[in-house]
Nanobody
Framework: QVQLEESGGGLVQAGGSLRVSCAAS????????MGWFRQAPVKEREFVAA????????RYADSVKGRFSISRDNDKNTVYLQMNSLKPEDTAVYYC???????????????WGRGTQVTVSS
């Protein structure tokens, strides 16, 4: 079973930047596409961004377009989410996700990480 482990969360002021990372324990077809979801208190988990194996395909939620950027390093089996111009409403637990396709990871991920807390202060 492939495991996903997030890192890099923390506390940042509004307008600041933060990068979170997610490392997969090994490379398989089940992690061809990777992405990020987030869940704020008393809210449902929502899709944030996804990236395909070749990184030629990416997908973003409207709420983060132009501020967040997803990338990956296949040699390290790691995906990154660079978050800029952070807002208090970005505060959430950020979960790494994986699936065989970008469409799959965006809607019904096959694998989940345990999450990392991101807190944006006003």
């Amino acid at each position: 079973q492939v495991q996903l482990e997030e890192s890099g969360g923390g506390l940042v002021q509004a307008g600041g930047s933060l990068r979170v990372s997610c490392a997969a324990s090994r490379r398989t077809s089940s992690v061809s596409a990777m992405g990020w979801f987030r869940q704020a208190p008393v809210k449902e988990r929502e899709f944030v961004a996804a990236i395909g194996w070749t990184a030629s395909r990416t997908r973003y939620a409207d709420s983060v377009k132009g501020r967040f950027s997803i990338s990956r390093d296949n040699d390290k089996n790691t995906v990154y989410l660079q978050m800029n111009s952070l807002k208090p409403e970005d505060t959430a637990v950020y979960y790494c996700a994986a699936a065989g396709t970008v469409e799959g990871v965006s809607t019904t991920p096959a694998l989940w990480g345990r999450g990392t807390q991101v807190t944006v202060s006003s």
